[in-house]
């Protein structure tokens, strides 16, 4: 999705946590990557400021007189044992000599992975991220989870950014529909946030709790939902190999 600015936009650089940057260096980077959220956001639901939060959560949105808790992660393909996805500093790595000799097109894999594997991931950091909230200092009556869809993240399929092989539409469309199904199931147990957000740029999903969706923001299509409960498991074992380009010369999205 692009961005095209109206009449509701607003720069991001109103916001505390760009005019009192946090001393924690990876707080201030993460809330760089946040700017593309921003700009679609304020578009739907104008906020009146965001503040770093005590830690947890990562952030406090101000919304008319509410103070949100926020957390925000980043989407794992698979689970990974301690320490996370060791390809992450292969990533920056690569980053640095591709910006030191850039080639026109430069490409990093990330590797590949089933559906399956991606499906686990998500309940055991969904569950982590539902446990963490009893550790917010002080409570927040209301609480948000932002998913990030960056850095070898799966499950593209949820902001359109697959494109199908031509005469095997239908094919990927039955395999989206069964993506969201997977992740509607595991977003729709009993939790503590009011919104799981899922983002990647400026193209954002929200899974509101118990369909309530008071903001009005985009959120699935039930009937999607209901279609992709019915899409054999055997789509479990389809393989995504996730990679990540950049094209000089040109434009480049720096969230994916």
């Known amino acids: 999705m692009s961005y095209l ?33 921003f700009l679609r956001f304020d578009q739907l639901v104008e ?16 919304l008319a007189a509410d103070s949100i808790g926020v957390e925000l992660t980043t989407f794992n393909p698979a689970v ?29 894999e990330w590797g590949t992975f ?3 594997e991606s499906v686990a991931s998500l309940k055991t950091q969904f569950k982590g991220k539902c446990d963490k909230v009893k550790r917010w200092n002080p409570e ?9 869809l960056s850095q070898g993240s799966p499950f593209a399929d949820l902001t359109g950014e697959l494109k199908a092989t031509p005469g095997h539409e239908e094919e990927l469309h039955d395999h989206q529909r069964k993506v969201l199904f997977e992740v509607s199931a595991i977003l729709a147990e009993p939790n503590p946030f009011d919104y799981v957000i899922i983002f990647a740029g400026v193209s954002l999903i929200a899974f509101p709790r118990e369909g309530k969706n008071p903001l009005k923001l985009p959120s699935p299509r039930w009937d999607q939902i209901a279609r992709g409960a019915l899409i054999d498991d055997s789509h479990l074992d389809w ?5 990540h380009e950049v094209r000089t010369g040109g434009f480049n999205d720096p969230t994916g």
């Not at 109103?14 to 760089?32: G, Q």
């Not at 393989?239 to 990679?243: A, G």
Request: proline share 9%; glycine share 4%.
């Open 114 to 116: 089933t559906l399956r």
């Open 47 to 62: 906020l009146d400021d965001v503040a770093f939060g005590v830690h947890p959560p990562d952030f406090i949105f101000t």
């Open 5 to 37: 600015p109206n009449e509701k936009s607003k720069p991001p650089g109103r916001f505390s946590i760009f005019r009192e940057p946090s001393r924690d260096k990876k707080r201030n980077d993460e809330a760089k990557e946040l700017i593309p959220f």
């Open 239 to 243: 393989t995504s190999t996730i990679s």
């Open 140 to 148: 927040f009556s209301r609480k948000w989870l932002l998913l990030q």
């Open 80 to 108: 990974f044992i301690k320490g996370g996805n060791r390809r992450r500093e292969d990533f920056r790595e690569w980053q640095s000599q591709t910006k030191a000799n850039p080639q026109p097109v430069n490409t990093f």
